[in-house]
């Protein structure tokens, strides 16, 4: 039931992910259904995520 999904049966997937000294763990997500890229980021116990913006401000989605 639950933990048997395929991959392609998850709503997110992680695009990339890197660990940078002092910040922490970045991971970039990526919305199948949307495709809207998300920038995830884990700072000692915090989390945060925000929409991947482009440098026009647009929101980054993958076609």
């Known amino acids: 039931m639950f933990g048997n999904k395929k991959e392609e049966d998850h709503r997110f997937y992680i695009k990339s992910s890197e660990d ?6 970045i991971v970039i997500l990526v919305d ?5 890229n998300y920038l995830q ?9 925000t929409p991947l913006l482009d440098k026009n401000g647009q929101v980054i989605i993958d076609e």
């Open 20 to 25: 940078v000294p002092v910040l922490g763990r």
């Open 41 to 49: 980021s884990w700072v000692g116990a915090g989390s945060s995520i």
């Open 32 to 36: 199948r259904y949307t495709g809207v």
